[in-house]
């Protein structure tokens, strides 16, 4: 369907805006660029918001109604927060235009022609623990064997649906790619899937998945109502492009159409999500999609200072897939050089971040200020400890705090009960991991157990398996709890006393838990590798007494800094925080650290061998140095002693040697720590 489209058709009393003094001039063309389809690529701290925000208010001013525009985001905190700026600007009243995120729209589309799909309009929206629940029903009634450590628990399965959803890859191929220890279960999980959907459709419910689908089909197969959608939305415009993935750009397509009024606007060189389904394809493949398309770029940065702009135009282009862009500063005069600053190991890193930060706060720098940003959560574990112990407080947007995370405490609670077999709490934690033991079980489990001989024994000579075996358990858990009471025996020698901490954690992880988190967790190797790092930690102590007494400590301090609570936001701490939880965000002084090979690139991409996998690493680098204002330090440790191999030489990270020396200053720190 054919759409000419002219401004000026409206009069519009609200105040005069002068675009152009207001606006610097990429940001102005993009703003006042004619109707048609525009790709806007808005460089790091370019202004992107701001431009959005006037695009609509120039929509709005010159006669287009609110009604016609459709903003299409990826929170409704962003839609909120942007109409509430041009309803500012113009004294206009937004609340008739179409803004908000893709699955807030869709669900206004299905909530009016939901019978066409055979739902009903008072249809109910599972959340993600509705949803398990449901997935767990259908799992049950559909017989299969889900209650060992082989088959994917309902949350893994709703992951992988999810997946396959999004990107409109099969299950099988979801399955085959990214989680290949499921590839037996793989026809299982795609009847699930099936049954899973007839449920839903039975009960009238739909997931949050579904919010973007069925829309998404319904305009697809009803010419009428995407006739009907394309021209009521004249004006389409979509923030953080580089973000989305298959289905959300198979919905931009049916609400636009061929000729529509399209504006995307985002930057290829923050396009950091492919493993939630993101595809950089969609940005970089935007004018093919859309012929007609006029490209745009805003490449002036009004956050940071001449010389992290010069890195950061270095460090992203050895890519070769992208769209070129030249960040220049809207800052002047002359900032510090960012700072490559290798050190002796771990340890030695989380010493001079911390003493750095120090300085920083004693020339008078706010902590709220001051950022470390890592590639995995792992990486914030000595850092953690360091901080903790010179009581810096510090704030995680990458998650709980390392020793708080379910799986740490998961495996503390084996260790502790090895050592104190009188741990009520650490038993009750650990027995309820097995398939078919719930409260109830282990309630009467541990009455049993207080019972026997072993619990009162200060060294249990005999190990843990004579005495655990003998003990009644549901017969759904017989062959697990088996597994469990071996994997008990080796966290003790043959006199019955303690191994070290670091053959504890080898052990239970290898004997029983790795088993759990691929069932559990869909970022098990993740989990994995945060298990890994511990065990490496815990190497340096012999006594695993002392090692759970440090646990206790670290876990045991005020841990109030909850990255959702807002209240302690607004309290004076440093963020630490990974690369993918950075975006957006910005800070006067940033540490990137663990920028070795194998960290920072992560190995998962070194080893998969694609540049793709590689040019999204790069990419992610980019987003970290780019959240530097003033001030920017790049450490890597040269040692990292690990549990297995001892100390281990690390080489830096490909994208410190992508740096040209001139843009950087080499520190050498003197080991002191």
């Not at 097995?434 to 009162?456: N, Q």
């Not at 090692?547 to 440093?574: C, H, I, Y």
């Not at 993918?580 to 940033?590: F, T, Y």
Request: aromatic share 10%; charged share 25%; net charge negative.
């Amino acid at each position: 369907m054919a759409r000419e489209y002219s401004l000026h058709t409206h009069t519009n009393p609200g105040p005069k805006i002068d675009f152009r003094a207001e606006l610097n001039p990429q940001q102005y063309e993009a703003v006042v660029c004619p109707p048609g389809q525009a790709l806007v690529i808005a460089g790091a701290g370019s202004g992107k918001t701001r431009t959005l925000i006037y695009r609509v208010a120039y929509l709005l001013a010159n006669g287009v109604l609110p009604e016609q525009i459709l903003l299409l985001t990826f929170t409704n905190k962003a839609a909120r927060e942007m109409l509430e700026r041009v309803q500012g600007l113009l004294s206009i009243e937004t609340g008739r235009l179409w803004g908000g995120t893709f699955h807030s729209i869709g669900n206004r589309i299905l909530r009016q022609h939901a019978e066409r799909l055979d739902y009903r309009k008072g249809f109910s929206i599972m959340d993600r623990e509705d949803q398990k629940d449901l997935l767990s029903t259908v799992i049950t009634a559909s017989g299969f064997d889900a209650g060992n450590f082989r088959f994917p628990k309902a949350e893994v399965v709703g992951d992988i649906i999810s997946l396959s959803s999004n990107t409109g890859v099969s299950i099988q191929e979801i399955i085959a790619e990214k989680y290949p220890y499921f590839d037996e279960a793989s026809e299982s999980i795609r009847r699930l899937h099936e049954l899973y959907c007839e449920k839903k459709s039975d009960t009238n419910c739909v997931d949050f998945d579904d919010l973007l689908a069925l829309p998404t089909r319904l305009l697809m197969e009803n010419e009428d109502l995407r006739e009907r959608y394309q021209r009521q939305f004249e004006f389409v415009l979509v923030d953080e492009y580089q973000d989305t993935n298959q289905l959300q750009c198979e919905f931009i397509d049916a609400i636009v159409g061929t000729h529509g009024n399209l504006m995307a606007v985002g930057d290829d060189a923050q396009s950091i999500y492919s493993w939630r389904g993101a595809d950089v394809r969609n940005i970089l493949g935007f004018t093919h999609r859309y012929p007609r398309a006029n490209t745009y770029k805003i490449e002036t940065n009004y956050r940071s200072v001449p010389e992290v702009l010069a890195l950061a135009n270095a460090a992203i282009a050895p890519n070769r897939i992208q769209i070129r862009k030249e960040l220049t500063a809207a800052r002047k005069g002359k900032g510090l050089l960012p700072a490559v600053v290798p050190l002796d190991t771990p340890s030695g890193q989380a010493a001079f971040v911390a003493q750095r930060i120090h300085d920083l706060i004693d020339e008078g720098a706010d902590l709220n200020e001051i950022a470390v940003i890592y590639r995995a959560h792992f990486h914030s574990l000595e850092i953690q400890l360091e901080l903790t112990n010179r009581g810096i407080p510090f704030q995680i947007t990458s998650g709980l705090r390392f020793f708080e995370q379910a799986h740490v405490k998961d495996v503390a609670a084996f260790m502790k009960f090895a050592v104190n077999r009188s741990d009520e709490v650490s038993f009750m934690r650990l027995v309820r991991l097995i398939p078919g033991i719930g409260g109830a079980s282990a309630t009467k489990l541990w009455s049993e157990w207080t019972r026997s001989d072993a619990s009162k024994m200060e060294k249990l000579s005999g190990g843990f398996s004579t005495h655990l075996l003998k003990m009644k358990v549901p017969k759904k858990a017989s062959s697990t709890w088996e597994q469990f009471g071996y994997t008990l025996d080796e966290l003790l020698d043959t006199e019955g006393n303690p191994v070290p901490p670091a053959s504890m954690i080898r052990s239970i992880t290898k004997g029983v838990y790795e088993d759990y988190m691929k069932v559990k967790f869909n970022n098990y190797e993740q989990r994995v590798q945060d298990l890994d790092q511990l065990s490496a930690y815990s190497d340096r102590f012999t006594d695993t007494f002392e090692f759970l007494t440090q646990l206790a400590l670290v876990s045991g301090v005020d841990t109030d800094e909850n990255p959702t609570n807002s209240e302690q936001r607004e309290k004076e701490a440093v963020t630490l925080t990974t690369g993918h939880q950075a975006k957006g965000l910005e800070w006067r002084s940033v540490f990137v650290v663990w920028l070795a090979e194998g960290m920072f690139p992560h190995k998962r991409a070194l080893e998969s061998g694609g540049d793709e996998a590689l040019e999204e690493e790069r990419r992610l680098f980019y987003v970290a140095v780019t959240r530097a204002k003033d001030e920017l330090y790049l450490t890597y440790p040269v040692i990292n002693h690990q549990a297995r191999d001892g100390d281990v030489l690390q080489r830096p990270s490909r994208f410190l040697k992508d740096l040209p020396p001139e843009l950087i200053e080499q520190w050498q720190v003197k080991s002191v720590y």
